[in-house]
């Protein structure tokens, strides 16, 4: 929850602190200069870029991230309500028709059962959002590293 509110908080700041070094460096290449040296407004330039991509960055691995591992948390919670609501005397029980049936939605949502990360060794459920990762490169590899994040 900390990190969360820390991006929020700092975001904007570091969103115009950015737009300021890079409007800085751009007014430098057209002749407007505000620095003591050309060298000075060139790293205004990079580190305002710099600062702006980090932003992002960290905006897409903190809890406001609204894909990836928080989409898939969403996704195994809807598979659980869609299984429990096609087998509802099974719902209490335990049952491995519920777990066999989670697993099979979130396989047609795009992901896959893997019991690799440590949080999925613990409780190797299928209600479990870290024993799954999905079957898409890009969404795989940002999942692979809120997961290891978390």
């Not at 509802?88 to 049952?95: M, V």
């Not at 949080?119 to 590899?141: H, I, M, Q, S």
């Amino acid at each position: 929850m900390v990190g969360r509110d820390f991006a929020a908080f700092f975001a904007p700041f570091a969103l115009l602190l950015g737009a300021g070094l890079i409007a800085v460096g751009v007014l430098s290449v057209l002749g407007v200069h505000f620095l003591a040296s050309v060298w000075r407004e060139r790293i205004a330039l990079a580190l305002g870029l710099a600062l702006i991509v980090a932003t992002e960055i960290a905006f897409a691995f903190s809890g406001m991230s609204l894909r990836f591992l928080n989409g898939q948390r969403a996704d195994v919670l809807q598979c659980r309500q869609e299984a429990e609501t096609n087998f509802p005397l099974e719902r209490h029980k335990n049952s491995p028709i519920i777990n066999d049936d989670i697993i099979a939605c979130m396989k047609r949502n795009g992901y896959e059962w893997t019991s690799d990360h440590w949080r999925c060794g613990e409780a190797p459920v299928a209600t479990n959002p870290f024993c799954y990762l999905p079957t898409k490169g890009f969404d795989r590899w940002l999942t692979r590293l809120q997961m290891a994040l978390e």
